[in-house]
């Protein structure tokens, strides 16, 4: 009787799918120290270099000055302050919506947002590569909810066919553990003709997706009538915290009276929403960041072409090597940091069973003799990995 937690975290373990935090003793960056240890990391979504930007320090250290540590309420009690409201001005401009509203974490903002949309008696379609959150939220919301094959708008088409009630269909912009990109414009096509809604979650597509940074919506030039709901994390590319939905006047009065993790939580500190207003000013001017990534990007994949990795279809930075097995997996990241280079494992739960992976991201403030370096050393911990035997 009782909670045998020891036998679960043993199973955990014995399945090489047990998790430990490596402990950051540095600022992002390329260079770090984890566990003592100086490392070359590409493990970090602060895809273009900003979370450790002077800039955006230093509007931090004015925002506290001027506006104090803490949020202090709720945003509908007394949490909502100037610059909170000013960077959800710049954010409905950056996407050009109307309106956006500011969420604590990206997490619930997905959280908020569906099930303020739907409930009982609706549907909820989800790509079933969808990040975790929203796969939560599918569930929490009480709708009739099921998942489509991975950015298959066909596949999405028969199961919009049978929908009920209202209708919200969900995906990653950027899938988070593949790198690839949504097929918007089919998926928006395939919601608007059965009267649903889509709703993309655009937490790895922001910054580095578009011309401005204006993410997927930018990339494929979707207004508010394709694409009604728009979630963006400000905890990757932009380098601070935080997230926002961004639609029309009616969407956002509405997640202010029902989005719950809007509602019940304190506003973010007043200061980190000044540090991402001077980052979302740095990803809209400084171009130079999504060329110098995109340019990383075109040279890691020729590489792990050359040296026979298997590649996802990902233009995008996150650039997934799949290997299969969890301890594979776990061999080859373990090797890489023995020589100094982190890149993190991917297993299930995360991804599905038998696609472990190492996810490696590239961002601005690499080097493209970084790059060069691990490609090196990929090619022979690669070749030094043991045979599959499933
Ligand atoms: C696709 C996606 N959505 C949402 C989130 C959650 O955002 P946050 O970290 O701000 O909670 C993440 C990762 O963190 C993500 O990868």
């Not at 402990?23 to 240890?37: A, E, F, H, K």
């Amino acid at each position: 009787m009782g909670f045998d937690l020891k036998a679960r975290l043993a199973e955990r373990q014995a399945a090489s799918l047990y998790r430990r935090r490596p402990l950051l003793q540095s600022p992002q960056g390329p260079q770090v120290i984890v566990d003592g240890q100086p490392l070359l990391a590409f493990s970090s979504n602060d895809y273009l270099g900003l979370a450790n930007h002077p800039e955006v320090v230093a509007a931090w250290r004015a925002g506290a000055e001027r506006w104090g540590v803490g949020g202090g309420a709720s945003h509908l009690v007394i949490g909502h302050s100037g610059p909170h409201h000013e960077l959800e001005l710049a954010l409905a401009e950056l996407t050009g919506r109307p309106r956006a509203l500011l969420f604590t974490t990206g997490y619930m903002a997905n959280l908020g947002a569906i099930t303020a949309l739907v409930g009982q008696g609706d549907t909820v379609l989800q790509d079933r590569l969808n990040h975790a959150s929203l796969l939560d939220a599918g569930l929490l919301s009480g709708a009739r909810f099921s998942r489509y094959l991975h950015n298959d708008a066909q596949s999405l088409a028969s199961r919009l066919a049978k929908a009920q009630g209202n209708t919200l269909v969900v995906t990653d912009g950027v899938f988070s553990m593949d790198g690839d990109v949504a097929n918007l414009p089919a998926l928006a096509r395939a919601a608007q003709a059965q009267g649903a809604w889509l709703m993309v979650d655009d937490a790895h597509g922001f910054g580095t997706l578009g011309r401005s940074g204006g993410g997927v919506a930018e990339h494929f030039g979707l207004g508010i009538d394709a694409l009604p709901v728009l979630v963006g994390t400000l905890g990757k590319a932009f380098g601070t915290a935080g997230a926002f939905v961004a639609g029309s006047e009616e969407l956002i009065e509405t997640l202010i009276q029902f989005a719950r993790p809007y509602i019940y939580t304190t506003s973010q500190p007043p200061a980190l929403a000044c540090a991402t207003l001077k980052s979302l000013e740095l990803v809209r001017a400084e171009h130079w960041r999504r060329q110098h990534l995109a340019a990383l990007i075109a040279q890691f994949r020729t590489g792990a072409r050359r040296i026979g990795l298997q590649l996802l279809d990902s233009p995008t930075p996150i650039q997934p090597i799949v290997l299969g097995d969890a301890a594979r997996a776990l061999q080859l990241s373990q090797w890489l940091r023995e020589r100094g280079v982190m890149v993190g494992a991917i297993r299930p739960p995360t991804v599905p069973a038998g696609s472990a992976r190492l996810r490696v991201t590239l961002t601005a403030s690499h080097t493209a003799e970084q790059v060069d370096h691990l490609l090196v050393l990929l090619a022979e911990g690669y070749a030094s990995l043991e045979p599959t035997h499933a």
